[in-house]
């Protein structure tokens, strides 16, 4: 029996979009193997279909008792970079597609009009919804929550991308995501405005694992790594965080973490402590956050207008001119968003002492907290077994060992799991679609 | 096929017939005692003295992350998977305000989730725990709309009515739970104000009624005088006159509610003291029609007696003042010493209809007292964050003057207490098992961060 069994539906949907048909097959254990999950099994799943599918994947750790096991990869090959991508997608993405069924979602060819998918007790359905093109990211969830009732989690595109924007991003719900290298637009191809995630369903667990999960928790919180808790703490470990998370001053709300994390990394901003606007959104984007607050002192309203647009905050701050005013800036995002605005790839900013590709690899949104090959190599690992790319930086003495220890308890079966993640980890940062070592 | 082996065969049929036998799960039979559904206890003898203090979860908003650790630790007790849909606590995220709420039973003193159950499936525990029977529980559902926190949960995947059991005393979701924000209580169960209010009225009675002759009305002790402000209102009234002397010595009582808001009601007053003691012993309420519940009326009372002794030239209603009949007519020198005191059990005996009639919609003493009450210091407040509102409602039950507002407990609301009518007697703070019930300045917030009342 594979390793990844228990926590593993062991299912894959297959979605032509061209001819609108459906179907699910076994996942084969063999490959799930040799990938171990997550990004590698999704870049493998892709070598099997043509070059333009999208898949949607969780690691072999997602929705499981490790924490922050929230991890949902999209992966895609970039319209924009023309190499292979992967976007993290975490709050509650991952878990609901795992509990939803399903553990890979192939999604092949282009839907004439614009469709929506609907992942839920291990099925796969298209819903065509015409009217759905050109909605903001809101309109586009109400319009959903009465097409198709009940769905707990949601990737969902918004007018930038049926515009044609190259800067478009998809959205976890209405919150935005760290998708920087064109999934959205990949989608707006596909005509593919949202997916769904219904997940009802549960599944089976190891005795040990909520023990496990307990002392993980409490030997991070004794070596002090879950101290420092918020969107604001991360934002200033950036190089321009802390004139960021002034600009923030006075307007921070509660914080909200990913499923089963115990260390919040966002945070609820507000318009405005009381009155009307006392409404906010969910602080996620780091990096477009550091970027749009460096242009204006609008920054607020201005993501607010990205995230409705379901248009990239980063790419938007960067294609700003400094401190206009509101309207001219709405103006200037609006006009990014309907592709009437460019600007120089050579512009849009990457992350200082990381390699830019393989940074863009990795989705091109997962701010370095640590430098190097350090944070290469443990976003690539959080991105193959499930976990937050986030956490997984932070809690700095959660080492591999403690993760793979929710896989297997055999010391064996985890030193041949460790090599298997190191090779796993080394393609997926080359970028390389992986030759494919069994017949799919 | 020889003898051998038809005998071995036989022998294998056998052996086979046996394991499946054995294997076969006996048949779940029901017992008389799955039958009976179990209800609340009623109070015991002992719960004066030492009430039972049952088990709760406290949420507090402000720690909660959404992380969603509740919901997956529960799903594993629930249906042996990790599946946060089939939970018996869910997490509500209000996404534009940024506020999680965890949505779980509150094990209400009175669940409304066990009347409305048509199969008697749900029962109180002597624990304090409401569970399903599942042997009756036939899923339709009724328990999850009859509960204010909507907290039986329908599990979307079998159709299944799921519902907090508290672990059987030790529940799961508070150790996992990575923020701490949930955690558990008893309540509390001190229960000295009780004590020190019972002992302060019996005190004041003895002295007010029994040692000293007269003393409520008029008082004097060497430089100290002290009189009844409803008194001397009509005393200014019937005479004409403003005798300074009275005019201050009744102001003692008035800036003693200035103060502490209307503890001479709550603590003090002798016929108050009579009142509680003859509830005690009175049966079930009966309850006043609404027309003559109106807690105005004390205050047309109090125009009534300064109006008519000024007309009648003395003052009229200390003749029938039941405080003043108490503290006049009975004493260590003079037993019985008038029919007037006939006052007091006919007032008394308005106590059947409900707590503390006279206080409520009556006396004019409590009118004058609720006059400068206006201008108190302290004030009680419930907390919202703390209240358990529709599953408790121990303080709108112990309310002796009804001024909390149960209703408002019902639909989730901490209500708003009008401290004219308070008489601070703090039973709703003795009583709130969660401390949100609190004494406060009437400038303070709830607790810090809570929403000034």
Request: charged share 20%; aromatic share 6%.
């Amino acid at each position: 029996m594979s390793l990844y069994q228990p926590f593993t539906n062991g299912k894959i949907g297959v979605v032509d979009l061209t001819t609108l048909s459906v179907y699910t097959a076994e996942l084969p254990w063999d490959a799930c193997q040799e990938h171990v999950g997550g990004a590698a099994v999704n870049a493998w799943l892709l070598s099997q279909y043509e070059s333009d599918t999208l898949i949607f994947g969780t690691g072999p750790l997602t929705g499981s008792f490790a924490p922050a096991s929230a991890l949902l990869v999209g992966t895609f090959r970039s319209p924009r970079y023309d190499h292979l991508c992967h976007v993290p997608f975490m709050l509650r993405s991952g878990p609901e597609m795992k509990f939803s069924g399903i553990d890979y979602l192939v999604i092949r060819g282009a839907a004439k009009e614009s469709c929506t998918l609907s992942v839920g007790r291990g099925q796969v359905r298209v819903l065509t919804i015409p009217e759905s093109t050109g909605k903001s990211v809101p309109e586009l969830l109400q319009m959903l929550r009465r097409s198709a009732p009940g769905f707990r989690a949601s990737i969902v595109t918004g007018p930038a991308a049926d515009q044609g924007s190259p800067f478009a991003s998809a959205s976890i719900g209405s919150h935005g995501s760290l998708d920087k290298v064109g999934l959205a637009a990949r989608m707006a191809a596909k005509n593919l405005k949202a997916v769904l995630f219904n997940g009802i369903e549960g599944l089976p667990f190891r005795e040990d694992h909520p023990a496990l999960s307990k002392a993980t928790e409490t030997m991070l919180r004794d070596s002090g790594a879950l101290a420092a808790q918020g969107f604001v703490p991360i934002l200033k470990k950036l190089d321009d965080g802390s004139e960021a998370a002034g600009a923030l001053r006075g307007k921070l709300g509660r914080n909200r973490a990913c499923y089963h994390c115990p260390c919040p990394c966002m945070t609820y901003a507000a318009f405005s402590k009381s009155g009307p606007e006392k409404e906010g959104l969910l602080l996620m984007d780091h990096a477009g956050w550091a970027a749009l607050s460096r242009k204006s002192e609008d920054a607020l309203p201005l993501l607010k207008r990205c995230l409705e647009l379901g248009l990239d905050p980063l790419a938007a701050g960067t294609g700003l001119r400094e401190d206009r005013p509101l309207r001219e800036a709405m103006n200037a995002v609006e006009a990014l968003a309907a592709a009437g605005a460019s600007i120089d790839e050579e512009d849009y900013p990457s992350a200082p002492r990381i390699d830019t590709r393989i940074f863009r690899i990795l989705g091109g949104g997962v701010m370095p907290l640590v430098s190097g090959t350090t944070w290469s190599d443990r976003v690539a690992e959080a991105m193959l077994l499930g976990i937050c790319p986030i956490f997984v930086q932070i809690a700095g003495r959660l080492d591999r060992s403690d993760l793979l220890r929710f896989l297997t308890s055999d010391a064996e079966e985890l030193k041949a799991l460790a090599a298997r993640l190191d090779d796993a980890i080394q393609v997926l940062q080359e970028g390389k679609i992986p030759e494919a070592g069994s017949e799919f | 096929m020889d003898q051998k082996d038809r005998i071995d065969e036989t022998d294998e049929i056998d052996q086979t017939d046996q394991k499946m036998e054995a294997s076969r799960q006996p048949e779940p039979q029901l017992r008389l005692e799955d039958l009976r559904p179990r209800v609340p206890e009623k109070k015991k003898f002992s719960d004066w003295f030492m009430p039972r203090r049952n088990q709760v979860i406290l949420f507090d908003p402000a720690k909660c992350t959404g992380c969603g650790t509740c919901e997956m630790i529960c799903s594993t007790r629930n249906v042996a998977k990790v599946a946060p849909s089939q939970a018996s606590v869910k997490v509500l995220t209000d996404e534009k305000l940024g506020k999680s709420f965890a949505v779980l039973c509150q094990h209400c003193r009175r669940p409304l989730c066990l009347e409305a159950c048509p199969t008697r499936a749900i029962e109180k525990g002597d624990d304090g725990i409401v569970r399903i029977n599942d042997l009756f529980c036939v899923d339709c559902g009724l328990c999850t709309m009859a509960c204010p926190e909507a907290a039986p949960l329908r599990d979307p995947a079998n159709q299944v009515v799921h519902k907090c059991d508290l672990c059987e005393g030790d529940p799961l979701c508070v150790k996992h739970c990575p923020e701490k924000a949930l955690t558990t209580t008893r309540g509390k169960a001190l229960r000295w104000i009780k004590a020190a209010r019972w002992g302060v009225q019996a005190l004041s009675f003895l002295f007010l009624v029994i040692l000293v002759v007269g003393t409520f009305c008029y008082f004097r002790a060497g430089t100290v005088e002290l009189s009844c402000p409803t008194g001397t209102l009509q005393n200014i009234a019937s005479s004409g006159t403003l005798i300074l002397v009275g005019a201050s010595s009744a102001l003692a009582l008035l800036i003693l509610t200035v103060l502490f808001g209307r503890v001479f009601c709550g603590w003090v007053c002798p016929f108050g003291f009579v009142l509680d003691l003859v509830d005690k012993i009175t049966p079930k309420k009966i309850g006043w029609p609404n027309f003559l519940k109106s807690r105005m009326a004390k205050y047309g009372v109090l125009g009534g007696a300064v109006g008519s002794s000024a007309a009648l030239g003395f003052q009229a209603f200390c003749t029938v003042c039941p405080i003043g009949t108490l503290c006049r007519s009975y004493g260590v020198q003079s037993v019985m010493q008038s029919a007037e005191l006939a006052i007091v059990p006919i007032l008394a005996a308005t106590e059947i209809a409900e707590r503390r009639s006279w206080c409520r919609y009556l006396c004019p003493v409590g009118a004058t007292m609720g006059i400068a009450s206006l201008l108190r210091l302290l004030k009680i407040v419930i907390g919202a964050r703390k209240c358990k509102k529709f599953s408790c409602i121990q303080c709108a039950e112990v309310c002796p003057v009804g001024i909390i507002d149960a209703d408002q407990l019902r639909e989730g609301v901490s209500p708003k207490i009008p401290m004219t009518e308070c008489i601070m007697c703090l039973r709703c703070v003795d009583r709130c098992p969660y401390s949100a019930a609190k004494v406060r300045f009437r400038w303070q917030k709830a607790t810090p961060g809570e929403a000034n009342q």
